[in-house]
């Protein structure tokens, strides 16, 4: 998300490998670009070259690209638009450009990151807050009346007051510390505040003064789940387009070490506080999903229900140690490999091989 001819478009094409179109002006809102984006993975590369399997499978991340940018041209049914296909996301990732350019205008005239960065996040805030007040509202109403479950209904109510204070400051909901059990409750909503925010600015070719205003945007921003980085998207996007040796020679030239989207996927992947556990084996290496403090029955059951269901107990070994070893088979003999029951808690980087009856 962002403003018009921020770059998002080109960004998103950077962290796809895409090829949509950017356009010299801004287009009119239409239907979201969608990429999955395998998550750049060295461990499960190294393990690969050592075991040699039939297929390798990255973890993924989804990225929508969501045309046209909230209020500023006064399209409010857009802005509506555009939340509405916000809300379906994990986390958002907020473009603001920091370039400058004759030939694209900025839709506020000059460029000032710090003044659109606060705009859109206020503009965040103000649709959860719109929300917040339709429930409370209704709430009330049915209280009065006695006709919502009581106990349930008050605390409902008292949680979205808590909420709206929050808000009415221009703090996000992410950075309140709920219970689990309260973001449950609150989930049919979709706050957007509640989501992680990642935000990105678009630097142009040079990234002169980036620093400083990362700090300045951390410092306006200083919340729970909230990430600010850079990315010089077009130049990224271009080195994105080319073929993997073109690439490198351009990435010698210019002294790049590391894309900046290798970073970005992996940033979105933290961001979402998820995590990866590692299978491997002659017919495929790969990279699983979980969130940060599932156990080992919870990674069972993202293989299949069935390792879930028949859990006996798993057998876990970091991936350097097993690389190390040089096979599961050596990591066995030096007896490195740990069996762990069902409620073990998972370690990024773990490599499982879960013992299961049917
Ligand atoms: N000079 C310069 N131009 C850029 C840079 N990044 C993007 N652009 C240009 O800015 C224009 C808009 O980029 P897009 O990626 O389409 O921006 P967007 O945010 O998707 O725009 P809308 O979807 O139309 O709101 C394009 O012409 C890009 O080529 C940059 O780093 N420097
Ligand atoms: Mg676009």
Redesign the pocket.
């Given at each position: 998300m962002?403003?018009?001819?921020?770059?998002?478009?080109?960004?998103?094409n950077a962290l796809a490998r895409a090829k949509v179109e950017?356009?010299?002006?801004?287009?009119p809102g239409g239907e979201p670009h969608r990429a999955v984006v395998h998550v750049p993975d060295t461990r499960l590369d190294r393990l690969a070259a050592l075991f040699k399997p039939k297929k390798v499978t990255p973890a993924e991340v989804r990225y929508v690209?969501v045309?046209?940018?909230l209020q500023t041209d006064g399209n409010a049914a857009q802005s509506a638009q555009i939340i509405g296909q916000l809300r379906n996301a994990d986390a958002l990732l907020m473009?603001v450009r920091t370039?400058a350019?004759d030939?694209?205008p900025h839709p506020l005239g000059q460029v000032d990151p710090l003044r659109d960065l606060k705009m859109l996040h206020d503009e965040l805030i103000l649709a959860d807050l719109t929300v917040v007040e339709k429930r409370l509202e209704r709430l009330e109403k049915d209280l009065r009346f006695g006709k919502s479950g009581p106990s349930e209904a008050v605390h409902e109510r008292d949680l979205l007051v808590q909420i709206k204070a929050a808000l009415d400051t221009g703090r996000p909901i992410r950075d309140l510390g709920l219970s689990d059990a309260d973001l449950k409750a609150l989930r049919s909503y979709a706050f957007l505040t509640a989501k992680p925010l990642m935000v990105l600015f678009?630097?142009?070719?040079s990234d002169e003064g980036v620093e400083e205003l990362i700090e300045q945007a951390r410092a306006l921003l200083p919340y729970a789940q909230t990430e600010v980085t850079a990315l010089?998207?077009?130049?990224e996007m271009e080195l994105a387009e080319l073929e993997p040796t073109e690439a490198e020679e351009f990435k010698t030239a210019l002294g790049i070490e590391e894309l900046g989207l290798t970073r970005i996927i992996q940033l979105s992947y933290r961001l979402l506080q998820l995590i990866s556990f590692l299978t491997v084996g002659p017919d495929e290496c790969r990279a699983w999903t979980i969130r940060q403090g599932s156990t080992a029955v919870d990674a069972a059951g993202v293989i299949h229900t069935d390792l879930a269901r028949g859990f006996i107990r798993a057998e876990v070994v970091d991936w350097e140690a097993l690389l190390a070893a040089g096979g599961w088979t050596e990591a066995k003999r030096q007896g490195i490999v740990r069996s762990e029951g069902k409620s073990y808690v998972v370690r990024d980087g773990d490599v499982i091989n879960i013992l299961f009856s049917v």
């Open positions: 962002g403003l018009a001819s921020a770059g998002k478009t080109t960004v998103f950017v356009a010299t002006f801004a287009a690209d045309a046209g940018s473009v370039f350019s030939v694209v678009n630097t142009g070719d010089a998207g077009r130049l």
